[in-house]
């Protein structure tokens, strides 16, 4: 397979059986992107190699295309026939018109493209960023509910901001820009912090900035509900969610501790902050 390397990127996703695997360019044009130390190498016609940086996928709503390989300085996006169509019940055609893809079972075209010169283009624009979706208006019942345990059975309103939106936390960065801010409106450096002791406010980074600033950054005592407001809301949030799960599956109560980590790992990872929009 020998792949160009223009100065211009083309934009276009191209579909051929020459290609060996899927494989973009450009890291943006994935979505659940995993980042990869030793992902392997490919080579091309020329015999020239280049490294893996991670998978991806692409999708436009309706067909999505899995474990798409980002190759730093390749110039076009490349869709491998043999890779689309093993294991993924697909088949592909071509003809002088162009290429459709059809689902083997119900023999439904999924995609259908025109021939562009001596080119296969595939006619679909992959979403990009935020998807604009909505779990219960476009999934299947049985996915939502399925979600919905899996989340600890969190309500279908929080799952539905989860799926539309990148939500990561970013305390720390958070932290730092609202100090630099408090500074500039009041024109007086900040002496002292108080946070919790939460990985997200105790690491080097943000501790490299306090000290820098000449900033005394205090803790809240570990296992002390009484300094932490919020804790004891959160921890009935907690309570609710194990004697959901609990009561859902019919389990005894001595998987009580079990339930009450599973919802604590869920409602970190899944839990909107109202004032940043990020999970906690």
Same mark, same amino acid.
């Given at each position: 397979?020998? $792949? ?6 083309? !934009? ?5 059986? %020459? /290609? @060996?695997?899927?494989?973009t ?13 030793? %992902?392997?190498?490919? #080579? ?9 940086? %991670?998978? %991806?996928?692409?999708?436009? &709503?309706?067909?999505? +295309? ?8 390749? =110039?076009?996006?490349?869709?491998? $026939? ?15 018109? &162009? ?20 080119m296969? !283009? ?8 935020? !998807? ?11 996915? @939502?509910w ?5 989340? @600890?059975?969190m ?23 609202? +100090?630099? =801010? ?11 912090? #108080? @946070? ?9 980074v943000?501790?490299? /900035? ?11 005592? !570990? ?8 804790v004891?809301?959160?921890? #009935? ?34 839990? +909107? ?8």
């Amino acid at each position: 397979m020998l $792949v160009m390397r223009d100065e211009q990127y083309d !934009p276009e996703w191209y579909i051929d059986s %020459g /290609f @060996s695997r899927h494989m973009t360019g450009k890291r943006e044009e994935l979505r659940e992107y995993r980042s990869l130390r030793n %992902g392997g190498k490919i #080579r091309y016609g020329n015999n020239a190699t280049d490294e893996i940086k %991670g998978y %991806g996928m692409i999708t436009n &709503g309706e067909l999505s +295309i899995p474990k798409v390989a980002y190759v730093e300085g390749v =110039q076009h996006n490349l869709i491998s $026939v043999s890779q689309l169509v093993v294991g993924s019940g697909l088949k592909v055609s071509f003809d002088e018109d &162009g290429s459709e893809i059809i689902e083997k079972k119900t023999k439904k075209i999924v995609l259908k493209s025109k021939r562009k010169g001596e080119m296969f !283009p595939l006619d679909m624009k992959p979403i990009k960023g935020k !998807p604009a979706i909505c779990l219960l208006t476009k999934a299947a019942n049985d996915d @939502s509910w399925l979600w919905n345990r899996r989340l @600890s059975h969190m309500n279908f309103r929080d799952i539905n901001k989860l799926v539309l939106g990148d939500l990561k936390s970013e305390a720390t960065l958070n932290m730092i820009n609202f +100090i630099k =801010q408090v500074e500039v409106l009041l024109r007086k450096p900040d002496q002292m912090i #108080r @946070s919790n002791n939460g990985t997200e406010f105790k690491n080097k980074v943000l501790e490299d /900035f306090v000290v820098s600033k000449g900033i005394s950054h205090n803790f809240s005592a !570990p296992y002390t509900p009484q300094q932490k407001g919020v804790v004891e809301c959160r921890n #009935r949030s907690l309570c609710e969610a194990a004697r959901t799960m609990l009561s859902f599956t019919r389990l005894p109560l001595y998987f009580w501790a079990d339930a009450i980590a599973t919802a604590c790992f869920t409602q970190n990872l899944s839990t +909107i902050n109202k004032q940043f929009l990020l999970t906690t």
